[in-house]
């Protein structure tokens, strides 16, 4: 099956700093990808969804400048949480979908990034 | 609106059957996913239903009905292994929207 790999693991921070995430799609070619947040025993919240080479769509209530997504190339996508608080402090999850790759039903999930603000 | 519906948790007994409820109202819907997640992981798919009627893929079955807005997961011979949060997930709009889930505890 396809693999979807985030990098850091997991990051804490120092409040105000800024933390870049990383998302890879190690064997396919992700025209899409997706970042999605989840607190402790909640559901994914859907952040914003990616397409290779184009800006990021935002659901509503994310903040585009606070959570800056790019999405250069067909196999990377990264999140860069600017200014942290720690109300930022989320697992963050990114997904993707692409050329043989599922579709919009099947998506691949990274293994997620645990992110502490301090 | 939008909204959607599935137990907060269920408890079953090793080797038994248990089915995971999902009631939604989703405009543009496009077909109904189920997720599992562990804790501290990330979800992965199980399965798709497009259409009404039900698919089955080894010890899991979902099911579908548009008319009724209503599909479940169906697990059979559960194993301790299969203690996880399960996951009703409609697609509209190229995008899945996930539920809150569902706590499966399994005694043994």
């Known amino acids: 099956g396809a693999v979807v790999s985030q990098h850091p693991s997991w990051v804490i921070c120092k409040s105000g700093t800024s933390v870049k995430i990383e998302c890879r799609s190690l064997d396919f070619q992700a025209t899409t990808m997706f970042w999605y947040r989840q607190f402790p025993k909640q559901s994914l919240m859907l952040m914003a969804t990616s397409n290779e080479g184009s800006k990021a769509t935002y659901e509503q209530g994310v903040e585009k400048d606070k959570f800056l997504i790019n999405h250069a190339s067909l196999t990377l996508s990264t999140l860069t949480v600017t200014s942290a608080h720690p109300e930022d402090s989320s697992f963050y999850i990114c997904s993707a979908t692409g050329f043989g790759a599922g579709g919009v039903d099947e998506q691949f999930f990274g293994p997620g990034t645990r992110l502490t603000v301090l | 609106g939008q909204s959607l519906e599935q137990p907060s948790e269920v408890t079953a007994v090793e080797g038994a059957i248990v089915q995971i409820n999902c009631t939604y109202q989703t405009s543009g819907f496009y077909g109904l996913s189920w997720y599992q997640q562990h804790d501290g992981g990330a979800p992965t798919f199980l399965s798709y239903?497009?259409?009404?009627g039900l698919e089955e893929t080894g010890r899991f079955s979902s099911f579908l009905s548009r008319s009724d807005s209503y599909g479940y997961l169906l697990l059979q011979e559960l194993q301790m292994k299969d203690s996880a949060s399960y996951f009703c997930a409609p697609t509209r709009d190229d995008k899945i929207i996930f539920g809150k889930g569902t706590r499966l505890h399994i005694l043994p």
């Open positions: 239903n497009a259409l009404d």
